[in-house]
Structure formats: C-alpha cells, structure tokens
C-alpha cells in the first residue's frame, strides 16, 4: 500500500521459502488423456479384450441348458407351494414329497431352501414355524433336515459337491462339528484308567492269546 506522507509502497510479505502454491500444485488433466474416477478405474481394471469378468452371458450351450432347466425347477416348486397349508400338516408333508419327486423327475440336487419353499415357507419362516412343541411337527422338520443333510453328504462323498462347502452346509445347516477334544479326551481318560490293564488281559484271554 502507499504511503503518502513518504511516498514509499510497502509490500505484503512472500511466501517462505519452499512452500506450494495450492492453487497450482492442481494438475489440470492433459488434452487428450482420460483421467478416471475410482469407480470408473475399478471397472476399467475388471475389462479385458472389452469384455466385462462378472459378464453373466451363458458360455456354452450346456450352461444354458442348466440355466433353463434350473428356472424351470423353480418355477415348478413355487407350484408346488400353491396348494401348501401350513395349519395341515398332512398337507405340507404331500408338498415336501412332491419336492422330491420333481428333484428325481428333473435330476437336480435336494436343497434346505427349495424344500421350505416348496411348503410356503422362507428360511425365517419354517425356524419360526418349527419352535412350536408338538411331537408330530417336530418329528416332521426332522425329517426335512435330515433328508437335505443326507443329500448334500451323498453329494460331497461322490465329488458332486465341493468338501468346503458341503463342511459349511453341514456345519450351518446339519449342526454337525469336529469332536477332535472329546476323542482325545476319551483316549487319555482310557490311558489313564487303572483297571484299564486288567481289561486288556480278559481280552486277550477271550480271544485266546
């Protein structure tokens, strides 16, 4: 600003020494060149030879054919779940056998969902349904889940299903888990058993050693 007593013009003190200047540390994008966003860099990286990976466009005609044939299963138990009742319970039997059949007709696998679906019920819905205290019910929800587990085990045993999710399956859906220290609790309460020696001596002598 000016003085006008001395006429001198004093000036606003610079910068220090090394600093940036905001406004032009920004690089304005170059002609020519695209610059991305995030999202559209994340798509750009799941690109290749201009086809998208998570493209779920049927490869061949086999997994077509699946693909046909697994919509037509569906729509064919939500069929089946037209004529479920679920204050009959003779009624949600008849569907649950139905289910059966149409997997055996159709060649596909027995699933937990599709068998609740098949009797008019979510996931949620049949936990709901089967807390009731009612012998025959129980015995009934019993039979659904052990006939899945059974399926999905006849499954993995054959190399149809993959170990890992079958374990996931069984240990989510079946309520099986690894006893490992139950065993080895059983093995060193063997091991320790005093009269364990006697009883291995009667055995000898029964099998004649």
Known sequence: MGNSD?????????????SKNSKS????PKEGKRHYTVSEKAIAQRTANGKKNFDITPKNDAEKDYNSALIQHIMAINEIATHADRNDLNSLKSCFANYLQLCYQDGMPISNLQAYASMGFSMSDFQYWSKKDDPERRAFISTVKSTCAMSR???VASGKLNPVIG?????????LRNDTEQIQAIQETDENYEGSSSYKEKYKKL???
């Open 207 to 209: 099998i004649g050693e």
């Open 25 to 28: 540390s920004i690089s304005k």
């Open 6 to 18: 001395t006429g001198t013009v004093k000036r606003k003190p610079g910068r220090p020494k090394g």
């Open 167 to 175: 374990i996931f399956w069984q240990r989510n859906y079946d309520g």
């Open 153 to 155: 085990e006849g499954q």
